[in-house]
């Protein structure tokens, strides 16, 4: 089941479910040291999904500088290949497309993952940069009508 939720309707285990995958991954696993855990957090609707209590896919959505943007998007590892990741997608840009129908769409992705993105719409701009010492490029997409 697809959870979505602002910050402060997130129980406790929902919370320790998503911080522990994030860090999991995005921390240990690709051994990256900066502040994980951030002020965006408590602004973000979060959309994940639980299996057998553990949170196995997760991203973030909220507003900033005049867009929409997502971050965080994770699939824990003994769950990719499965559709989680796809399906993540599509759970964010549905929720996009609700709660923020009009607004441009603006993500930092990992390159690694860039084509994914392409898939649902997104153009890459400009150069890859480093960002949290991974590389990231800035991607694009027309706002959504609601």
């Known amino acids: 089941m697809w959870i979505i939720k602002p910050f402060n309707e997130l129980t406790t285990n929902e919370l320790f ?3 522990y995958l994030r860090t999991r991954i995005f921390v240990v696993a690709q051994k990256r040291i900066y502040q994980e855990v ?3 957090d408590p602004k973000a609707i ?3 999904k639980m299996v ?3 949170v196995v896919a997760y991203a973030r959505i909220f507003k900033e500088a005049g867009h929409v943007t997502f ?3 994770v699939t824990a590892p003994e769950y990719r290949g499965q559709g989680y990741g796809r399906d993540l997608l599509d759970q964010v840009m549905k929720t996009i497309k609700n709660d923020f129908a009009g607004m441009p769409i603006e ?3 990992q390159t690694q993952v860039q084509k994914l993105y392409t898939k649902f719409g997104f ?3 400009g150069q890859p940069f480093i960002f949290e010492s991974t590389p990231h490029i800035q991607m694009i997409h027309e706002p959504l009508a609601g």
């Open 52 to 54: 057998d209590g553990k």
């Open 17 to 19: 479910g998503i911080l």
């Open 107 to 109: 993500i930092e992705a």
């Open 46 to 48: 979060h959309v994940f």
């Open 38 to 40: 951030d002020l965006n």
């Open 123 to 125: 153009i890459s701009h």
């Open 71 to 73: 971050g965080r998007v």
